[in-house]
């Protein structure tokens, strides 16, 4: 059989040319959707439907956040997925949790996932990852999933348990294809070929209840939130640098003016209107700035 090869991208890829990766030998592409519980990848949509449009076999992939509810993450996932060409989804999972987690704990996440996607679903990850993070001898379910094995080498090596092969390699991060700027990920089927995973296009997962669809709007709310409490607080750190700054600044302009062109320093009562007022149109803005992240 020949190597059917492939791509994984995301937002990071940017605007690609589809029907220039298709004819360079690209049969099909993994695209990111979701990330955590409200992130959304901006390319997703637009990349699926070109992709598709070109020919290419698509399928999309979630990226895990153990530090966040895996039951929303898997509800975000299925209301963004929609029509692909694959049968199976995937959780991409190799995210360190921070704080850290034990094995048992993100055993649990991972089956939490699996269990609110309810549709057919395949792994990513890599081994030196999965047998150290993942208690990998509880999660017997996992080895009857497809498993996308990240290994950048000349060979896949070891398989991490409980999998005894792998369905898709993902064997470089610094592909060059034709139709996409920079470099991106390459895959090629191994142990399964495309046309075991495509069948048809599916929409991917069930139909949130108004219950889920509730929880899920909840947790996005509180995670907006507490985002913004973070960022007001981040700005206001940032606009009294601002303001440190313009003084320091414009401190030493008047230090340098009055050497100039006085030989020696000058009060700000005496400094040129055409720098008063400068520095006077400056402060006016910062103050913009603290009325908006009020």
């Not at 991208?9 to 993994?30: L, N, R, V």
């Not at 057919?120 to 094995?149: H, I, K, N, Q, S």
């Not at 607080?233 to 009055?258: C, E, F, M, P, W």
């Not at 006077?280 to 908006?292: A, V």
């Amino acid at each position: 059989m020949a190597s059917e090869n492939g791509i994984d991208f995301s937002h990071y890829q940017g605007q690609i040319d589809w029907p220039a990766a298709k004819a360079s030998g690209i049969q099909f592409a993994i695209g990111k959707v979701t990330q955590g519980v409200a992130s959304i990848d901006d390319r997703w949509l637009a990349n699926r439907d070109a992709a598709r449009a070109a020919g290419v076999k698509v399928a999309g992939y979630h990226f895990g956040d153990p530090n966040q509810d895996p039951k929303r993450s898997a509800d975000t996932f299925r209301l963004t997925l929609g029509t692909v060409d694959f049968t199976h989804a995937w959780l991409d999972f190799e995210k360190n949790p921070s704080p850290a987690l034990s094995r048992q704990a993100m055993h649990d996440w991972v089956h939490a996932w699996f269990a609110e996607y309810g549709a057919p679903a395949g792994v990513y990850t890599a081994d030196y990852f999965w047998d150290a993070m993942v208690d990998a001898a509880g999660c017997a379910e996992c080895a009857a999933r497809p498993l996308w094995l990240a290994r950048y080498a000349s060979s896949m090596g070891e398989i991490p348990h409980p999998w005894t092969s792998a369905a898709i390699w993902q064997h470089s991060d610094k592909g060059q294809v034709p139709g996409i700027g920079g470099s991106v990920d390459l895959d090629v089927f191994v142990s399964e070929s495309l046309a075991d995973l495509v069948a048809g296009a599916t929409t991917g997962g069930n139909e949130l209840t108004d219950e889920e669809k509730q929880g899920l709007l909840a947790s996005i709310e509180h995670l907006i939130e507490s985002h913004n409490g973070s960022l007001k607080s981040d700005l206001h750190g940032r606009i009294d640098d601002l303001k440190k700054d313009v003084d320091k600044q414009i401190n030493q302009l008047y230090t340098s003016l009055a050497r100039a062109e006085f030989g020696g320093k000058i009060s700000t009562g005496h400094l040129p209107m055409s720098i008063q007022g400068a520095r006077n149109d400056i402060i006016t803005e910062i103050r913009k700035l603290e009325e908006l992240v009020k």
